[in-house]
């Protein structure tokens, strides 16, 4: 008699093994900030000043002193233009500086006023040739006026190491002055599927498909996946099912990369070979999780290399990526924030066969504010994940019905 089979792991316990599993890499190299979007900062950028460097005006207007306003409609003359780039001079006593967004303020004024509310007024005469304001509403102190430092302090950690740097991180990196970034270097990832029933789209036409044939559409979203995620993929192609053919891939693989990434052959059927040529190679230490689309998932290392193998059903495959792969390599990255942000919604459907796996349903958010449910939760329906906008994370055994408050994961959070 054959011993049971031990439970699945929980999705929470896998990602938990797998995390520790993935231990950052160590090589970094430094490149044009302009290159940076969507690396990961090697180390911490500390300003060596602080941003702005001066108080400056955050309004097009005039720098008074608040103290020469008593009431609206105050006259003060303007005595000087300040641009941005330039500095004036001091500001005295029943007067005012005309300013622009940028530019410092200058000495004794305590306000700027937004042209919206001032009036300029003609010189009185020829012997009289002084420009005046007036000033529409009262001004309090400080207003329309940026700190020195209030973005930025000197000696500030700006980003820490581990920061995934987004375009508004290469803006903040930029304003301290920093034209060149120490980034962890790429992980280089070896990509392939198996499956003798895979065709390249483009090798063969429709109407020639042989039955049974199906084109590989695993290979084009995970290949787009690791790209947004900074990876160097190397791609492998399809590896026949056949168990000489898999250990060869697998062996090639390891030599020179440090993830393995594959899709199928990692179920329990007669033609799977991947798993027992892990086996054979390496080591498996994770094998079948709790959740639904996407049980069959394997992790195991071959030499130096870490092993993903992932369902070769497509929703399967691209779910169990988004949620484990993808923390996976920005763990190697060193990336310090991994965890996905949630919402709460309200379910316009119901979901009465609760399974006891959980499951992660693919849905669209509506104009109501609730979420519709893809009328095919199939794990080969790939439309479902194109028409959806996210995934609904359903706890084992929990049916949902219309109203029921649920748990959204945005497809956006996790393609980010």
């Known amino acids: 008699m054959k011993p049971p089979r031990p439970p699945l792991k929980s999705l929470d316990d896998a990602l938990g093994e797998l995390l520790a599993f993935a231990q950052p890499l160590a090589q970094w190299l430094e490149i044009d900030t302009f290159d940076a979007d969507g690396c990961v900062l090697a180390q911490d950028l500390i300003s060596e000043l ?60 305590d306000a700027v006023v937004m042209q919206e509310d001032c009036e300029a007024l003609s010189s009185i005469s020829a012997t009289d040739p002084a420009q005046r304001v007036r000033i529409l509403a009262l001004p309090q102190p400080g207003q329309w006026i940026r700190r020195a430092g209030e973005d930025v302090a000197r000696g500030a950690v700006v980003l820490p190491r581990g920061t995934r740097l987004s375009p508004a991180a290469l803006g903040l990196a930029a304003s301290i002055g920093l034209d060149r970034l120490a980034v962890i270097r790429a992980p280089r990832v070896a990509l392939f599927s198996t499956g003798d029933e895979l065709v390249m789209p483009g090798t063969v036409p429709p109407q020639q498909m042989k039955p049974g044939a199906i084109y590989n559409s695993n290979r084009f979203f995970l290949r787009s996946l690791l790209k947004r995620l900074g990876c160097e993929v190397s791609d492998f192609g399809i590896v026949p099912d056949q168990r000489d053919a898999t250990l060869q891939a697998l062996r090639d693989a390891s030599l020179s990369h440090d993830l393995i990434l594959t899709s199928g052959g990692v179920s329990v059927g007669e033609e799977d070979h991947v798993k027992p040529a ?55 990255q060193g990336v310090s924030v991994l965890e996905s942000q949630s919402m709460s919604l309200p379910a316009h459907f119901d979901w009465p066969r609760a399974d006891k796996r959980r499951e992660f349903l693919r849905v669209r958010r509506n104009a109501e504010g609730g979420l519709d449910l893809f009328s095919n939760q199939s794990s080969g329906v790939l439309t479902s994940a194109v028409w959806g906008d996210g995934l609904v994370d359903n706890a084992p055994g929990q049916r949902i019905a219309r109203g029921d408050r649920v748990r959204f994961i945005s497809f956006a959070e996790l393609l980010a």
Not at 300 to 329: D, E, K, M, Y
Request: charged share 15%.
């Open 278 to 332: 892990v086996q054979a190679l390496g080591e498996l230490r994770l094998w079948q999780i709790a959740i639904k689309p996407g049980k069959p998932f394997a992790y195991g290392r071959i030499a130096q290399a870490h092993f993903i193998g992932l369902p070769g059903n497509p929703v399967s495959s691209f779910i169990t990526f988004l949620l484990l792969v993808r923390p996976f390599v920005l763990k190697l």
């Open 50 to 109: 602080q941003v702005p460097p001066q108080d400056n005006s955050s309004m097009d207007g005039y720098a008074l002193r608040c103290a020469d306003v008593a009431e609206a409609g105050s006259v003060l003359t303007v005595t000087q233009r300040i641009p941005a780039g330039t500095q004036g001079i001091a500001v005295e006593a029943a007067t005012a500086a005309r300013i622009f967004t940028g530019a410092p303020i200058p000495e004794g004024a």
